[in-house]
């Protein structure tokens, strides 16, 4: 089924209900439908459409997600870029990409001209929030499209729906493509795994070109409402949830700490929350439990990939109340779930791509239907990722006994010192545990004697003091002295991507830079 046919029914059901409302302006059902037929229709007469690459470039507002809507109702394929990404960036995707056709919004208006000059394949760019030189106004792009109702458009299985960008923080982003079902299930994994009394309403808080985006669909598929917030301000977040009676909103780790840390959190109301959705990255168990003790029992968990798509594990809140009240099970604070319904296999295996046992560390693998075709332009990297019949995460976990999975690191992002492997991750969680530590990084740094020594590069929580020898002793009392980190630098930030993971390659450059050899 069609992600298209999925909205439309939501339509046929709640015509008069407002599909976006908060930055942008607000928008019915009724409106998004006759504005995605709109830009359908437009595209089509453009000699556009089936395969056609398009790009939206924008903060999250009501009429972004509707062009993106609009262009694939047209069965065009979303190429998407990260607006934080830098310039060169996203023109480099547009060129490997060959995106034809951009929506965009006016403070990115510089980077519009370049594209205009640099991109071959580039046809047309549509600004959506207001009149600008380098492209043609929304409303004045679809002013001559009459006919509001829908086109008819064909869309086979094969067809190529989504043109991925991966997070690209070990190198240039690879374009991972998809077929005409991976959207759907996206939004059916989230269906089968949350449960509302009423139909959600959702904070769009993290960018709608990447996770945030495929939640924001997700929603528009169960006839609720996408909050749309352009800056993710904590302020702004703060005073989003009550006023719109916010039931779901997904935040990475990094901003979870933060707002966990802001000072106004404590007093702010958080009674209409049914879930507070964490991904992009594994979360410290520690800061699950003052979760689930600021925000209410909403806190939840899961595992993705955008080879694969969101989720394909999921925790919920129950399953972490049940940890934090009986004390056998406490160690479910630190997982991200057990396998979602919509995923095929999803397994742990060695070097050998052999299954492994209840808690036997390996590598995730995956079959789902939601897995990627292949890289575009790249057979290389498709064929490593796609081994053996199984999708290859790259990253390191294990399963317990209940089937509740837990991500160890990044294969790349492990140390290896005196022979013995070690998992930056476990380190990075005691730190956070640290009340004084906001942000942190661990990675392996030259040492003589045994290859590799464990360091970490911790962003110290505003208004708070700590020593190196005092963080030194959290991490020894917790870990024991293999682990603890042999030395520890002070950062007033970390580097991250455009979707908010940490770059620890540009970190380990700094260490590394003069050394001949590297073992990442």
């Not at 015509?15 to 830009?39: H, M, Q, S």
């Not at 530590?437 to 392996?444: L, M, P, R, T």
């Amino acid at each position: 089924m069609h992600i298209i046919k999925m909205f439309d029914l939501c339509v046929r059901n709640d015509p008069e209900k407002l599909a976006f409302t908060g930055d942008g302006g607000d928008f019915t059902y009724r409106e998004v439908e006759v504005i995605t037929n709109r830009v359908a229709r437009k595209i089509l007469s453009r000699g556009m459409g089936k395969g056609t690459r398009f790009s939206v470039v924008s903060p999250n507002i009501g009429l972004a997600m509707s062009a993106v809507l609009g262009a694939i109702r047209a069965n065009a394929v979303w190429c998407n870029v990260n607006l934080r990404e830098t310039p060169e960036t996203i023109i480099g995707i547009f060129k490997r990409g060959g995106v034809e056709l951009v929506f965009y919004h006016s403070i990115v208006s510089s980077l519009i001209s370049l594209a205009n000059q640099q991109v071959e394949s580039l046809k047309e760019a549509v600004c959506i929030d207001k009149p600008d030189d380098n492209g043609i106004y929304f409303w004045d792009w679809i002013e001559d499209v009459s006919d509001e109702s829908r086109p008819t458009v064909s869309y086979e299985a094969d067809d190529i729906i989504f043109q991925g960008c991966t997070g690209g923080t070990t190198g240039l982003p690879k374009l991972a493509l998809f077929n005409r079902d991976y959207l759907m299930w996206n939004c059916l994994g989230f269906a089968t795994s949350m449960h509302f009394k009423e139909p959600p309403v959702y904070l769009s808080v993290a960018p709608i070109s990447h996770g945030g985006g495929m939640i924001a669909l997700y929603t528009l598929t169960k006839s609720g409402t996408v909050v749309m917030i352009a800056k993710p301000e904590l302020d702004n977040i703060l005073e989003a949830i009550p006023k719109y009676n916010v039931s779901f909103v997904f935040l990475p780790p990094t901003l979870t700490y933060m707002l966990l840390k802001h000072p106004k959190t404590r007093g702010a109301d958080f009674s209409t929350l049914r879930y507070f959705f964490s991904s992009a990255a594994p979360i410290a168990a520690e800061r699950i439990a003052e979760g689930m003790e600021v925000f209410g029992p909403v806190m939840s968990q899961g595992y993705g990939q955008t080879e694969v798509g969101l989720p394909v594990t999921f925790i919920s809140p129950d399953d972490y109340l049940e940890a934090l009240t009986d004390e056998s099970k406490r160690h479910r604070l630190a997982s991200c779930g057990r396998q979602v319904m919509t995923i095929e296999a999803l397994e742990i295996v060695d070097e050998n791509d052999r299954p492994l046992g209840p808690n036997e560390r390996g590598e995730i693998v995956i079959r789902a239907p939601s897995v990627m075709l292949r890289y575009l332009n790249d057979p290389e990297a498709t064929e490593t990722i796609q081994q053996n019949n199984w999708h290859h995460t790259g990253d390191i976990g294990y399963r317990d006994e209940d089937g509740y999975f837990y991500i160890v690191d990044r294969k790349r992002d492990m140390v290896i010192s005196g022979g013995f492997n070690i998992y930056p991750f476990e380190i990075e969680g005691v730190l956070l545990g640290h009340p004084a530590v906001q942000d942190c990084a661990v990675i392996g740094v030259p040492d003589e004697k045994w290859g590799e020594a464990v360091k970490a590069v911790v962003v110290i929580t505003p208004g708070k003091n700590t020593t190196e020898e005092e963080l030194m002793e959290h991490c020894r009392s917790k870990l024991g002295g293999m682990k603890t980190p042999k030395t520890i630098s002070f950062w007033d930030e970390l580097p991250r991507s455009a979707a908010g993971k940490v770059l620890k390659r540009v970190i380990r450059d700094k260490y590394w830079e003069t050394k001949d050899r590297k073992v990442h």
